[in-house]
């Protein structure tokens, strides 16, 4: 006889929200206005995170528990592109190739396609230690498919893609040179996730595990909830699309492409979280792979600036991501 848990078990990746999510996982310090983050570990352990806002704020700790302690602006003068928001830089992006620890964010104000995603280095992390180059040549105005903002970079068997994107026709990936610091000669972007009906995605990370690449994306309404909160259920959510391939042929759990509406809940609004994404994911050496994102703490307010951090193990284990 198979034990109704069992069955559970089999039917969670499909089911979603019917069985409810874990609550985040400790936080201490400062967790408070983290929008977008972006962690990453030191070789000495030291963890390290970079969130949108405060011409990109880092904050360190110990452990991805905490406690987080704000340690400056990794760009203080803001960045070096010609655009409006050039101050006030968005959704980071962090990764280490070789010796470099590279930045990549986005230049851009609200509900506008005059963007662009810039990249910073260093050999540390620390503040005061990242040089800005400037814009990647990803970019977009008035009139392009996408909006070139929310960068993640990805080695896909020595090919580095950028993939990128939010609402207008979403998500889109193109070849970078290596290291990356630019796109790659005669590439062209592409796009590798879309709902014709919504298009309210954006916000994109590929995680390799297994034998499979996973697209995990943010959809929804992310802000404003303090002066404008959604319908129900319009709100932000983490999803996720896999393939095989890092470029493309991305299907939900029931098999529907991801750029034809396709997606999988991941983490959606439950008990006092509201409004998850903005995600990334991290293969911790401590905890295994993890989500981590910001949220609302409905006991504490839904402005932008009272985002909290949150973060929680993944488990893999029936192929596809579940908290």
């Known amino acids: 006889m198979v034990k109704i848990s069992t069955l559970v078990a089999a039917m969670c990746p499909l089911i979603g929200t019917a069985l409810g999510y874990a609550n985040p996982g400790a936080c201490s310090g400062t967790c408070v206005n983290t929008h977008d983050p972006s962690i990453i570990r030191r070789s000495d352990g030291t963890y390290f995170r ?3 806002g ?11 528990t905490g ?26 992006e962090v990764v280490q190739i070789g010796n470099t620890y590279y930045l990549y964010y986005s230049v851009s104000t609200f509900g506008v396609q005059d963007s662009a995603i810039g990249v910073a280095t260093s050999t540390s992390l620390d503040v005061n230690t990242w040089t800005d180059l400037g814009s990647t040549g990803v ?3 008035s ?15 020595g090919t580095y893609l950028l993939t990128f994107g939010s609402f207008w026709k979403d998500i889109y990936q193109v070849a970078m040179k290596s290291p990356p610091t630019g796109v790659a000669s005669g590439a062209s972007s592409a796009q590798i996730a879309y709902d014709p009906t919504t298009t309210a995605e954006e916000g994109a990370f590929i995680f390799h595990y297994g034998n499979y690449y996973y697209l995990f994306y943010s959809k929804g309404q992310c802000c404003g909830y303090d002066t404008s909160k959604p319908a129900a259920g319009a709100e932000y959510k983490i999803m996720v699309c896999r393939s095989s391939s890092a470029t493309g042929g991305f299907v939900d759990a029931s098999g529907t492409s991801c750029t034809n509406g396709g997606g999988t809940v ?17 293969d911790d050496p401590s905890h295994g792979p993890i989500l981590y994102y910001h949220y609302v703490d409905t006991t504490i307010g839904y402005a932008d600036g009272q985002k ?6 993944i488990d893999f284990s029936s192929g596809w991501p579940v908290v």
Request: hydrophobic residues 35%; without cysteine.
């Open 50 to 52: 970079f969130s949108t």
């Open 67 to 92: 406690p987080w302690t704000y340690k400056g602006a990794a760009l203080p003068d803001g960045s070096k592109i010609n655009l409006a928001g050039n101050d006030d830089l968005w959704a980071p």
């Open 143 to 157: 009139g392009k498919p996408y909006n070139a903002i929310d960068p993640n970079i990805i080695n896909a068997g």
């Open 308 to 313: 909290q951090f949150g973060w929680n193990t």
């Open 54 to 64: 405060g011409k990109i704020a880092v904050h360190t700790a110990p452990d991805i």
């Open 266 to 282: 991941v983490l959606e609004s439950h008990g006092n979280v509201y409004g998850p994404g903005g995600q990334g994911v991290y």
């Open 139 to 141: 970019q977009s105005s």
